[in-house]
Nanobody, 122 residues
Framework: QVQLVESGGGLVQAGGSLRLSCAAS????????MGWYRQAPGKQRELVAAIANGGNTNYADSVKGRFTISRDNAKNTVYLQMNSLKPEDTAVYYC????????????????WGQGTQVTVSS
């Protein structure tokens, strides 16, 4: 099992910045990818950004050039730096970790944080 604890959400004006953090604990050796998803009211959860163990990253088109995902492997923590925030970025942001191969080699496990609210006012 992997536990994820998020922090860093809040209220910010349009054009401002926030940094989200997500600390992983437990069976962290099984984690191959970590990422951030978000869900706005009445909308489906969507991928914002993801990062692999090797450092490869993937971003939603809507956040490219504004958001940066990074990770500190020594601290088992992933960060999402969000700049130039827009009202449409308002959502609950969820940290995700995908574990592969544990406890069984064929296992694929998705773990989720509790979510943190990000509100961008216009």
């Amino acid at each position: 099992q992997v536990q994820l604890v998020e922090s860093g959400g809040g209220l910010v004006q349009a054009g401002g910045s926030l940094r989200l953090s997500c600390a992983a604990s437990g069976s962290v050796f099984s984690i191959k990818y970590m990422g951030w998803y978000r869900q706005a009211p009445g909308k489906q959860r969507e991928l914002v950004a993801a990062i692999a163990n090797g450092g490869n990253t993937n971003y939603a088109d809507s956040v490219k050039g504004r958001f940066t995902i990074s990770r500190d492997n020594a601290k088992n923590t992933v960060y999402l730096q969000m700049n130039s925030l827009k009202p449409e970025d308002t959502a609950v942001y969820y940290c995700n970790a995908r574990g592969l191969g544990y406890p069984k080699l064929t296992d694929v496990n998705d773990y989720w944080g509790q979510g943190t609210q990000v509100t961008v006012s216009s």
